[in-house]
């Protein structure tokens, strides 16, 4: 009985010492790839290269995405509205729902499944063929030359594809709720012009977004550099990725939002 | 792949999201219309603000002029005091009016100013001094019932002949 309460308190202990030795890890490996990046921006074809397997790749699903997403508000909010004989706010409604919160939030969901994952799984196969070793033992720093450039890859694709992301949701609201349902083309863009503010609502999403590039690209990348050298180890780690990178995209973006948006 | 194929690609990537910017701020924000930032201030006190908002439009004659910056209580005269900021290109004389208006039946609520004739016009800190609350919908139904009721008081003392 006293045995168990003890193994239990130990049980407790050891995780809350795992947890906090993980996180300082995760901190000293951040700092580490912020200190050597100066490569990435010295042999900028490092980043190209990244910029296309992380941004240029996610094109497609986040340009469909977004024209579906921004279809659906359309025809959601096109329901509701008119019940209130206001369809012709369906513009507002559909471009401060995407550039605020949809845009960063959904296209960041997709850039953490589509890149963080390939970022992760990479990463923790070249740790598990060791070619990070290898590059060591030839005098190159493995977080210079393979972290770094992915990193600041990411952080430079995410705001613009978020963007494109919002913009192609606006074209596909227009094209249901103008086009099909036959919402005054006028009164769209006019209520949605007198609505969005450039400082307010579409530099803030641009903040968000790149705030969530930077935590999404940070997580994959730690979770290939921390993933066990098996085959077990790096399924987990590309697993724990998307799980740990998509949570921590949602509790930011209340953060953000309780900060940015509050009391207007 | 070969290299410059890939730099092609990441060339049209990277315009494809600036020209996507673009089209957020100028076709879907209000950048196009009226950039604010430059602007003068001027304050306003009013009984009642009603509904107005920090960041509510500023209209005069219906055109969009400036926005309203901050609302604060003013403990000396128990008041509203609104500050807002017009833009440079829009210049009003000193006795110009300022009231709070709604924009249709039960849309958002904005300060419309109302020019006046002094040849002095409204500078950077300036206050603006005529004045109307918002008209608060249960006070004007609550005056209408009472008119109401006023104008039935004779009917009775009619009716019981």
Request: aromatic share 10%; glycine share 12%; no cysteine.
């Amino acid at each position: 009985m006293f045995n168990g309460v003890l193994d239990w308190l130990r049980g407790i202990g050891a995780s809350v010492i795992n947890g906090v030795w993980r996180l300082g890890y995760a901190s000293r490996f951040f700092m580490l790839t912020l200190l050597g990046s100066g490569t990435s921006f010295r042999r900028f074809q490092l980043t190209i290269n990244e910029i296309y397997s992380t941004g240029v790749l996610s094109l497609i699903i986040i340009l469909v995405s977004g024209l579906f997403v921004g279809m659906v508000l359309g025809l959601q909010g096109y329901e509701t509205l008119q019940r209130y004989g206001s369809a012709e706010a369906l513009g507002t409604l559909v471009a401060l729902s995407l550039v605020r919160e949809l845009g960063p939030v959904v296209a960041a969901l997709l850039f953490a499944s589509r890149a963080g994952s390939a970022i992760t799984a990479e990463i923790g196969l070249m740790k598990a063929t060791e070619q990070l070793s290898a590059m060591e033992m030839m005098a190159v720093d493995p977080i210079a030359r393979v972290v770094a450039p992915r990193f600041w890859a990411g952080v430079f694709s995410m705001p613009l594809l978020a963007a494109m992301f919002s913009a192609i949701g606006v074209f596909g609201g227009y094209l249901v709720g103008v086009v099909l349902i036959g919402v005054d083309n006028g009164a769209f863009w006019s209520q949605m012009q007198a609505a969005v503010d450039f400082r307010h609502d579409v530099l803030n999403g641009v903040i968000k977004s790149l705030v969530f590039g930077i935590a999404v690209t940070a997580i994959a990348l730690f979770e290939g550099y921390d993933a066990p050298p098996t085959a077990e180890g790096v399924s987990g780690a590309t697993t724990r990725t998307v799980v740990t990178s998509s949570l921590v995209i949602l509790a930011l973006d209340f953060v953000l939002t309780a900060f940015m948006f509050r009391g207007v | 792949m070969e290299k410059t194929t890939l730099d092609l690609w990441v060339g049209i990537f990277v315009a494809a999201g600036l020209a996507a910017l673009l089209v957020l701020a100028l076709k879907v924000g209000n950048m196009s219309s009226v950039n604010l930032g430059d602007g003068y201030q001027v304050q306003a006190q009013f009984d009642n603000i009603g509904g107005l908002k920090a960041r509510a439009p500023v209209k005069s004659a219906g055109v969009v002029v400036g926005r309203v910056t901050a609302i604060t209580f003013d403990t000396e005269r128990f008041e509203a005091k609104v500050t807002m900021t017009v833009d440079h290109r829009f210049q009003f004389p000193k006795d110009t009016s300022a009231s709070i208006m709604t924009s249709g039946l039960l849309g958002e609520q904005y300060v419309g100013l109302e020019a006046g004739a002094d040849s002095v016009k409204l500078k950077d800190g300036d206050s603006i001094k005529l004045t109307q609350s918002a008209v608060v919908l249960e006070n004007l139904i609550g005056q209408f019932l009472y008119g109401k009721a006023a104008e039935g008081q004779p009917k009775p003392n009619g009716a019981s002949k």
